[in-house]
């Protein structure tokens, strides 16, 4: 764990919501560059340059769209991260801004957790309905019509009502990372600055949505994907090529993001923000390293999962249903298809929770947003492995830096790709 933040003596005056913000430029205390640190650099700033530049990939992301095809389908994928970016932004804006600024980055934070959760009920309520009632293969309105009669029943309804209930307690839950008390309590077990905006906005996010990712599994009893995706007896997804183009995009997306996301360029250079997010150039040490790691994964893994396994069963609970993970992940058949999907999902995923917020919120913390993002597609069996995994990533982070925890992790779903989908 990295060094965590000293609780700090409390004045019997409660603090505003919104404390005024310091320049860091005055602070004697302000950041160094330091992976660890806490406060904030002295930073170059928005330029003219960077402000004309966003501007412009505004207007070619909107041409993108306008244009369709396969510029249309690489700036939907943009909407998984331009979102957080936009706050990241308004974020690090607000810290040396008034608190009218703090609370327009406080809505747009509501707005963006509001969408995250409405996606959730969305897809809560089609991994229930979809099932019950029945294929329709075909637009027939009568036979929509009874087998809309179908849905929902009392259960359903109370698992749809749960759901809801759940996302508004996520909701309330987040939302609470913003008041003082609750960022003392978090800087001892982080290391979080309880005076940082920016510190309380990313901690506020994880956990909106570490939570509102977990809850549709809960409400369907099962992953949530796989039942949407079940037509006849099999699975309709896109065209391979499709899907791995897409799955490509991501990481086109999410590693400038990344960088964003650390304070370039409003609070870092370049440099600062590659040395943040712990993107070195590995040790032949290191790299040794990473091979003994993905071999012992290799190893250690598949036994742990077989241990589970019969726990699971003979407890009676649903377990992942592996023929489906294959189906879902078949678009990766072929050493080409695998070695993109390991890279994305390798660098994509450490540079984000090992590199952005690791440093920041500890290894529990985002192990658990990792394994919530994979439930989706995996039940609390698979899940288990899948913390354990983010856990054993972020001792590697650690001890090292992102850069070997992204190779063990490439190596480690490369070699499973590889041997496992067809």
């Known amino acids: 764990m990295p060094a965590c933040y000293c609780a700090q003596t409390v004045n019997e005056t409660p603090e505003p919501l919104f404390p005024e913000p310091v320049n860091p430029s005055s602070d004697p205390q302000r950041e160094t560059p330091d992976v660890y640190s806490t406060q904030m650099p002295a930073a170059p700033g928005l330029s003219t340059r960077h402000i004309a530049a966003a501007a412009g990939a505004g207007v070619v992301y909107l041409l993108m769209f306008i244009l369709g095809g396969e510029f249309g389908a690489f700036a939907v994928t943009g909407l998984f991260a331009i979102p957080f970016v936009i706050l990241a932004v308004l974020a690090y804006s607000a810290e040396l801004k008034s608190r009218v600024a ?50 929902p029943t009392l259960e359903q309804g109370l698992r749809i009502l749960g759901a809801v209930l759940g996302l508004l307690i996520a909701g309330g839950i987040s939302l609470a990372c913003f008041l003082p008390a609750i960022r003392r309590k978090a800087a001892v077990l982080t290391n979080t600055d309880p005076h940082s905006f920016v510190h309380a906005t990313a901690l506020a996010t994880v956990m909106a949505v570490t939570l509102m990712c977990l809850i549709p599994l809960v409400a369907v009893g099962e992953p949530p994907l796989l039942p949407m995706l079940q037509v006849d007896g099999g699975m309709a997804l896109p065209p391979d090529d499709e899907q791995l183009r ?62 589970i396994e019969l726990l699971w069963k003979a407890l009676g609970w649903p377990i992942t249903d592996e023929e489906a993970i294959k189906q879902l992940f078949s678009f990766t058949a072929g050493p080409i298809a695998a070695f993109i999907a390991s890279v994305v999902a390798g660098l994509g995923e450490e540079i984000v929770f090992r590199g952005v917020l690791q440093p920041r919120l500890g290894i529990l913390l985002p192990a658990l947003m990792f394994t919530s993002v994979h439930a989706f597609q995996y039940n609390f069996d698979a899940l288990i492995q899948v913390f354990l995994l983010g856990v054993l990533f972020g001792l590697v982070r650690n001890r090292t830096n992102t850069t070997t925890s992204a190779l063990i992790h490439f190596g480690y779903d490369f070699v499973l790709l590889t041997t496992t989908i067809e």
């Open 246 to 307: 897409s799955t490509f995009y991501m990481l086109v997306w999410g590693f400038p993001a990344a960088f964003v996301a650390v304070g370039y360029p409003q609070r870092r250079t370049l440099r600062e923000a590659q040395h943040r997010l712990g993107l070195e150039r590995p040790t032949l040490r290191q790299l040794v390293f990473s091979a003994v790691m993905v071999g012992a994964l290799l190893l250690v893994m598949p036994l742990l999962g077989h241990g």
């Open 102 to 151: 703090r609370a327009l980055t406080m809505i747009y934070w509501f707005v963006v957790n509001s969408a995250t959760a409405l996606v959730a009920i969305l897809v809560t309520i089609a991994a229930i309905a979809l099932p019950a009632l029945g294929p329709i293969t075909e637009f027939d309105p009568a036979a929509v019509q009874a087998a809309s009669e179908k849905f």
